[in-house]
């Protein structure tokens, strides 16, 4: 795979690198007033993705697998994320990006 990228608030400059691995970014999104907490491969090249909601946990692309977080039962996916908390929270508003 590729090169490591950074990604970091527009505003802030606060970097989006997951607390759960160095690997990913975690990133909030607001879609029709339900909030997701997403985190994607900061890996050039790597295709994984996850979004956590209420009823646990998806994952895409093709290199998914690679984080075993994510391989975990969707309960208990579920249990961590509503106890580790893996925000990291910016002091702007927009850090929660609305489509």
Same mark, same amino acid.
């Given at each position: 795979?590729?090169?490591?990228?950074?990604?970091c608030?527009p505003?802030?400059n606060k970097?989006l690198?997951?607390?759960?691995?160095?690997?990913?970014?975690?990133i *909030? *999104?607001?879609?029709?007033?339900?909030?997701?907490?997403?985190? &994607?491969s900061?890996?050039?090249?790597?295709?994984?993705? @996850?979004? &956590?909601?209420?009823?646990?946990?998806?994952r895409?692309?093709?290199?998914?697998?690679?984080?075993t977080?994510f391989t975990?039962?969707?309960e @208990?996916?579920?249990?961590?994320?509503n106890?580790?908390?893996?925000?990291?929270?910016?002091? @702007?508003? &927009?850090?929660i @990006?609305?489509?």
């Open positions: 795979m590729g090169e490591r990228i950074e990604f608030c505003l802030c970097s690198t997951a607390d759960i691995d160095k690997n990913l970014t975690h *909030l *999104l607001q879609q029709d007033n339900k909030m997701y907490d997403i985190c &994607f900061r890996i050039k090249g790597e295709k994984s993705t @996850y979004v &956590f909601h209420e009823g646990g946990a998806t895409a692309g093709e290199h998914a697998d690679r984080y977080y975990m039962s969707d @208990y996916k579920k249990f961590l994320s106890n580790l908390h893996l925000h990291q929270i910016c002091l @702007y508003p &927009f850090y @990006y609305r489509i």
